[in-house]
């Protein structure tokens, strides 16, 4: 049996057109997002395009993990279709009392 690679199929929540599912030779990724000003905190869903991937096998997009942003994570996944449905990135919690200390 023979099947042409098309690309890696994933969950996307602003893709009405496609059925929520966009097409990539990338990664799918999901964010969790925090508005500081009205507290509310939402999920997106997308394709990571090839052409954003740096290095391929391990891209430097996928690894936002700064401690003292609490207000943006990202996961990334390829190891299957929609894999990016489940992922579930938890938000930082920022630690007030060690960010006082480093500031003295």
């Given at each position: 049996m023979h099947t042409n690679f098309v690309g890696?199929?994933?969950h996307c929540d602003i893709c009405v057109d496609t059925n929520n599912t966009c097409v990539t030779k990338g990664f799918c990724f999901t964010t969790t997002s925090l508005q500081k000003e009205t507290g509310i905190i939402s999920r997106a869903y997308r394709c990571l395009d090839e052409a954003l991937i740096h290095p391929p096998e391990?891209?430097?997009m996928c690894h936002y993990a700064n401690p003292l942003n609490d207000t943006f994570v990202i996961n990334c996944c390829k190891d299957r279709d929609m894999c990016n449905k489940y992922l579930n990135p938890i938000l930082h919690v920022r630690n007030k009392s060690a960010e006082?200390?480093?500031k003295q």
């Open positions: 890696l199929l994933c391990n891209p430097i006082e200390t480093a």
